[in-house]
């Protein structure tokens, strides 16, 4: 339970902030299903983070194969927004928020209803062909077979357009977040440990550049000690219900 102290400091820099923007981790999406990939429960327990690398990928990219579509693409896989991510969405269309700069890849910010979404790991609904570079709907047809080839050229190797490790992310993204982080007087961070680099290093250049750091996280980060001015220590969907319920 948050004080209702604590409640009213966030909405009061909520609502006296020019420019706010959100950053998000896996502990938003956990409530739709979706297992984080560090800390107890998580993907990293179960499988080899090394599957998952571009090198090994480009060398044995069945097994890899196997266990992306295990992590990823299991079958009759539902993925439904949670609470937080719909109310984001309001929170953007009331022009409380002006970005939503996320390390997930499972575009649920984008199916809730939020439009400026920075996709900083890129996403898992499109793939791309290592050889052409064409970028297709990763399509059931496609996950169908043990390796997906390109359609368009052919022969390719077709990877998920997430970063996998050992790539680096998406330059144009990476330069609009930190273009973002440097603008705004406030960053949410919602449900991110903050051990991810280069990602980590967004919410660090607003709290750098005089902006305050609202985290909404049940556990503590990296970043609780470091950059937060404001530990909400429950979960998103908790807080941001009641948040909202003051906002609007
Ligand atoms: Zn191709």
New binding site residues.
């Given amino acids: 339970m948050i004080s209702p102290e604590k409640i009213q400091r966030a909405n009061e820099l909520i609502k006296s902030s020019r420019k706010t923007a959100v950053f998000t981790g896996a502990g938003i999406s956990v409530p739709c299903g979706i297992p984080p990939f560090r800390g107890p429960g998580g993907v990293w327990n179960r499988y080899d983070p090394g599957l998952l690398s571009i090198d090994r990928f480009r060398k044995s990219p069945e097994e890899s194969w196997d266990a992306i579509r295990e992590i990823f693409y299991p079958d009759n896989m539902v993925i439904k927004p949670s609470r937080s991510h719909e109310i984001l969405a309001q929170m953007e269309s009331k022009g409380f928020i002006s970005t939503v700069i996320t390390q997930n890849i499972d575009s649920l910010h984008s199916k809730a209803g939020s439009v400026n979404v920075l996709e900083l790991h890129g996403n898992s609904s499109k793939a791309v ?1 290592l ?4 970028v297709m709907d990763l399509t059931t047809k496609l996950l169908a077979l043990r390796v997906p080839r ?1 359609p ?5 190797l077709l990877k998920p357009s997430f970063t996998f490790f050992g790539e680096p992310l998406d330059g144009r993204t990476l330069e609009d977040a930190f273009h973002q982080a440097l603008q705004c007087d406030l960053m949410i961070c919602i449900g991110s440990t903050g051990e991810v680099m280069p990602a980590a290093a967004v919410p660090a250049a607003t709290s750098t550049s005089g902006g305050k750091i609202i985290e909404i996280n049940p556990i503590r980060s990296n970043f609780t000690s470091s950059i937060t001015d404001l530990h909400l220590q429950a979960t998103s969907d908790e807080v941001l219900e009641v948040i909202s319920s003051l906002l609007f």
């Fill in positions: 062909c050889t052409c570079t064409a390109c368009h050229c052919s022969t390719g």
